[in-house]
């Protein structure tokens, strides 16, 4: 069965396209980067050419998905950058790439069977060119979320009997959101580190710290190297059931002396501050450089994340005052009160919900201390202190 689906980009040049003398112009690609993940695998082919028509389909014995670009023609050089991609742990078994004589770029992919592909064309944002993006989806997605669940009535079941407490307790889930992720590598320091490597990093040691505590299950957001839309992060921690969001930020700023670790919250009154404005602005960038796709539900689901209410708001400031006062006896701190703006990744409506950017990663000695274990050690410490001092006070039922 063929099943064929075309859409055009850039739709008012669509004209353009048809009174042009049918000459090919080159394909060129500017890279080609692979993000494999138990989830999905994106692909992301950045070209410099603008405005591109491509026509795509999906066909069987062999599968595979059938990308055409049309009036283009393409390099050998240019070609080996996509043939030469790295198809380990991905669906994809096979990339070949031709040219047409009706001067069509041809891509196929062929792909595991129980794999469905998503395919996207993004345009030019940050420091990318043009993107053609194609997510391979498993067909039967292992849902990380109902294995998270199972683990934890396992782990009740287990337990059940041996501890006393765990009885009259029930465990708390906690929401850990390594900020950015694959094609989004956030801020960047001078020395190379991405932020979304040591967020990664210092997230999975405050995992490790807050599980030592029975009570406490703490559900990852991401566990590895692959782009989350900031609005799945928030789903993903509600359906796990998380009572507390934290996610976890390095800065850049402009000037490399401004240092210190601060918190921020959502804020439905406008920004606290002109920084912090500027800060929510650029951490909401992330869905544009990391290539979300949205189709017309995602609108709507839109709305609902906006309703957020002012006691969601009141308890964030709370833990975040808590999560604030630890990271001040580890590090200089950038800003001494919480600070509110509009942070999507924070627009939870019952959770209470706070950012942490842990230090300036822009600052060389500060990008320093966030690549060194020891510190990433003391960071994870500082706000699992503050989350558990935040919980044992609070009037919440948890
Ligand atoms: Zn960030």
């Given at each position: 069965m063929i099943n064929r689906r075309s859409f055009v980009l850039h739709l008012p040049l669509l004209y353009f396209f048809y009174f042009l003398p049918k000459v090919a112009r080159a394909f060129e690609i500017a890279a080609v980067r692979i993000w494999p993940s138990e989830e999905y695998t994106r692909l992301a082919i950045e070209h410099l050419e603008e405005k591109i028509k491509i026509q795509y389909s999906n066909e069987k014995n062999p599968d595979r998905i059938i990308i055409r670009i049309f009036n283009m023609k393409i390099t050998k050089k240019n070609s080996s950058k996509l043939a030469n991609v790295n198809l380990n742990?991905?669906?994809?078994?096979k990339i070949s790439i031709s040219d047409s004589p009706s001067n069509e770029v041809k891509i196929v992919f062929y792909i595991n069977p129980l794999t469905r592909a998503r395919i996207s064309s993004i345009p030019a944002i940050a420091h990318y060119r043009d993107r053609l993006v194609i997510d391979f989806i498993p067909?039967?997605?292992?849902?990380e979320l109902l294995s998270f669940l199972e683990n934890y009535q396992r782990e009740k079941r287990l337990n059940k009997g041996t501890e006393k407490q765990r009885k009259s307790k029930k465990q708390i889930t906690i929401a850990i959101d390594p900020g950015h992720g694959g094609e989004d590598p956030g801020a960047i320091g001078?020395?190379?580190?991405k932020e979304k490597d040591v967020v990664l990093k210092i997230a999975m040691r405050l995992k490790r710290k807050i599980e030592k505590n029975p009570r406490f299950k703490v559900f990852l957001?991401?566990?590895?190297?692959y782009f989350i839309s900031l609005r799945n992060r928030i789903k993903k921690a509600k359906r796990a059931g998380a009572s507390v969001f934290i996610s976890i930020h390095a800065d850049a700023w402009i000037r490399p002396d401004a240092r210190g670790a601060s918190v921020y919250i959502l804020s439905d009154?406008?920004?606290?501050s002109e920084a912090a404005r500027w800060m929510a602005k650029k951490e909401n960038l992330s869905d544009l450089v990391g290539g979300e796709i949205m189709n017309k539900n995602d609108e709507i689901a839109k709305t609902i994340f906006n309703m957020s209410t002012s006691a969601q708001i009141k308890n964030s400031s709370i833990l975040g005052r808590k999560v604030l006062e630890e990271l001040s006896t580890i590090s200089h701190i950038h800003k001494k009160t919480v600070e509110g703006a509009g942070f999507a990744v924070l627009k939870n409506p019952d959770i209470p919900s706070i950012l942490v950017e842990?230090?300036?990663?822009?600052n060389p000695q500060e990008e320093n201390r966030l690549r060194n274990g020891l510190h990433q050690e003391k960071i994870a410490s500082a706000i699992n202190t503050g989350i558990l001092t935040f919980i044992k006070n609070s009037k919440l039922r948890f």
């Open positions: 742990h991905t669906p994809i078994e067909a039967k997605k292992k849902d001078k020395k190379g580190t957001t991401r566990n590895g190297d009154k406008g920004a606290s842990t230090a300036f990663i822009s």
